[in-house]
């Protein structure tokens, strides 16, 4: 019964627009999309170039991005956390238990993820273009712009789900962030912390916002899956 009552009052913030709610809603969003944006534009250029360039290390490069596309969010945590720390080399500019600390880590957890899957999409295009840029006399500078927009759809879907690791975590951006409320608490930390003291509603509610972006999420990552098959043939 109280399980159900929570559940009632939880849709009762949803649909009145709970300013606590919407708050920590809005900060998560603002977080994971910067973080996100942030990864795309160090990660594409950075997985296009490891496809294109032969250098020494390149296995070694792709190893290690391959193996940081799993990285656990407590170390990528634990390593943004000793680099802003007063301690640490950037600990001046002030940015632990901020938003800015927890968009760090993000980019940290997110730029692996996109690095790796446009390295490998942009591998694949190369082998199906080499003959043409080649009687083209390009070089491979100006094949990245050319390969990464060829590879846009498909770079899209691995956006998205960069996006989705993102906007799930919760360890990394506890420990930077700190769950400071109304500074740095997002959605994951607020649902733990809200569960533990017992408020329900608030859990609950942020906890279906939640469910539902991730089903969006996918839903996209899938139709942009079917827009690349169908334009692929």
Request: aromatic share 6%; glycine share 10%.
């Amino acid at each position: 019964m109280e399980n159900n009552n929570a559940f009632y009052v939880a849709l009762s913030l949803l649909l009145n627009f709970d300013t606590s709610l919407v708050q920590i809603v809005a900060l998560s969003l603002q977080v994971s999309i910067l973080a996100v944006l942030i990864a795309a534009v160090l990660g594409f250029p950075l997985g296009a170039a490891v496809a294109l360039w032969r250098f020494p290390g390149r296995g070694v490069m792709i190893v290690l991005l391959n193996a940081l596309m799993g990285l656990p969010p407590v170390v990528a945590g634990l390593m943004v956390y000793l680099l802003l720390s007063r301690a640490g080399p950037l600990g001046e500019w002030g940015l632990l238990f901020t938003p800015g600390a927890m968009i760090t880590a993000q980019v940290v957890l997110v730029l692996p993820i996109l690095a790796a899957l446009s390295r490998q999409k942009v591998e694949e295009l190369l082998g199906e273009y080499r003959e043409q840029f080649v009687s083209l006399g390009m070089s491979r500078a100006r094949m990245m712009p050319t390969l990464l927009w060829d590879a846009r759809f498909a770079l899209l879907t691995i956006l998205l789900a960069g996006f989705g690791r993102a906007s799930a975590e919760v360890g990394a951006v506890m420990m930077v962030g700190g769950n400071i409320d109304g500074v740095t608490r997002v959605m994951t930390t607020a649902i733990v912390l809200e569960t533990g003291k017992g408020n329900l509603p608030l859990a609950l509610g942020l906890g279906i916002v939640l469910l539902m972006l991730v089903m969006l999420i996918n839903a996209g990552v899938y139709l942009m899956g079917e827009v690349t098959r169908r334009r692929t043939g």
